[in-house]
Each structure stands twice: as structure tokens, then as C-alpha cells.
């Protein structure tokens, strides 16, 4: 069902399926399976799991799964009742965002733009459009030629749910594309394949582990502390400071291929500097003189 009608990801189906799995292994043990379980069990599961240690977003997670498991069973008529209905999620704090500063995020840049050859060329223009357009690495590392609008000012993203959006390309990153598609039509890998960034890889193309890996030694190059990047830390930094900016919410909600604006609206906590601007700029005591 994830795969044919949610069309869900790889990774997202590896992640019921070992979900479901241990709860599975758990009701065995206790005599029952998910077909006949009550909600008895299904608590007994969340506190063993809570007894565990495991984080409660990661068991706010697994219920949720669990969660869709019984619905489904329920809407194909394999059982009557929900025993998980009753059952009370974990609650989870949100935690804000990691993000890079704009001045990190630029000694970032210019310390891939510092690379020589096609590898340097290439990693600026990796940098370059994870900034500019705030994508997921895994659709970044599987971007194609095609891709790329005529005009080059945008890109056609596919995202989760195989769904399309449109992301505009900052005039830098535009630049550091055509550097990298000039460097690129010299590689011999290239002649043949669809891919912005091929490689000799059974996948055909940069992986996002390497973009990690590359992220990672470029951070050291532009003095930042590698435990604080990741390709999904400037995705972070896209929306973060387009928000602190003055972006409009729906806007930045589309371009990062949001299903819900709530998922969005974690970045109107991060917006700290634009906030201060609005106070100082709008609030009528913000300029009152000290002592008055």
C-alpha cells in the first residue's frame, strides 16, 4: 500500500517495515499479533519501548506507524477496532532548527570556490544550489540534466511523494552551474549519462553520503566545526535566513516542497535578528530615550 498508493521512498518504507517488525516480535511474545491485539498490549508496547530509552521523538514516531498500521488493517476489514485509539502519543518538544550563520555560510562558499580543478568546481556548485534552493540532498544527488529550465533560472525538483515543484536559482548559483556543465562536457563519464553530477558509482551519480563527506572536509577548510554541517544544515540556513529576511512563510513552504506549512513555521523561531529589526523599527517604545 505505502508503495502503491502513497508512493512513499525507499527509506520510508525500510522504516515501517522495521518498525512494525519489533512491534510484531513484541505481540508474538505475548501470545497475539496485530490482528487480534487490544489496547493493553499495544500501551505495554509503548512503555517497553519508553523503558528502552528510546527518545520520545523517535517513539512519537514509531506509534505513528503503528498507528497507520491499524487503520489500514481496519479500512481492509481484517479487523473491527482500532486498539491504538486510545493510546496517548509521547510528547515531543520541538527542537529549533541547526543552522550556519549567512557569514559562515559565505566562508563556506568561497572555501569551495578555492578549490582547483573539476572537483572544486563541481563541490562550489554543490554548495552553490543547496543554498540557493534549500533542497533535500537525495534530490539533489540524483538531479538530472533535464532538470534545469531552458532559461537555466530554475530548477524542476521531484521531491517526496514523486511530487514536482518549481525552486528559482540565485544568480551565483546559476553561475556556478555553468562553470560546473563546462568542466563537466570534459569528463568522459558525462558522454552518456542523464545526471548534473555523474560519477562511476553503481548509482551513476554523486551520492548524498559523499555530499556529506565532501560538506564535511569543506567545513574544516572554512573553519567551522564539521559536527555542525550537513547537507540538511544549509537547507536549514535557506529558509532561516530567507524568514529572517522577510520571506513570505507559503513561499519558503513551497520551495522546500512542504506538505504542511506547520513543518514551515519552525523557522518563524529562528528569525530572532528579524524580529529585533521589527521591534526596534514598529514597537512605540523602542525609541524612548533611557531614564524617560
Known sequence: MLRAE?????????????DIEDYETFLARRGTDALKAGA????????????????PRSAARRLSALRQLHRFLVSEGLRGDDPL???EAPRVGRALPKILSEAEV????????????????RLACVVEILYSSGLRVSELAGLRLAALSRDGRFLIVRGKGDKERLVPLSAPAREAIEAWL??????????????????????????????AQLLKALAAEAGIDPRRLSP?????????????????????QQMLGHADIATTQIYTHVGGERLKRVVAAHHP???????S
Open 232 to 252: 540538511h544544515v544549509l537547507r536549514h540556513a535557506f529558509a532561516s535566513h530567507l524568514v529572517d529576511r522577510g520571506a513570505d512563510l507559503r513561499a519558503v
Open 85 to 87: 485509539a486510545t493510546v
Open 40 to 55: 493493553d498490549a499495544a500501551r505495554a508496547y509503548m512503555r517497553r519501548i519508553a523503558d528502552a530509552g528510546l527518545a
Open 106 to 121: 559565505g566562508a563556506l562558499i568561497a572555501a569551495a570556490r578555492a578549490r582547483e580543478g573539476a572537483d572544486g568546481t
Open 182 to 211: 563546462a568542466e563537466r562536457a570534459t569528463d568522459p563519464r558525462a558522454a552518456k549519462s542523464r545526471h548534473l553530477f555523474p560519477t562511476s558509482a553503481a548509482a551513476g551519480h554523486l551520492t548524498a553520503a559523499r555530499i
Open 285 to 291: 517604545l523602542a525609541r524612548r530615550p533611557r531614564g
Open 6 to 18: 502513497r508512493n512513499a521512498s525507499a527509506n520510508t518504507e525500510r522504516a515501517y517495515r522495521t
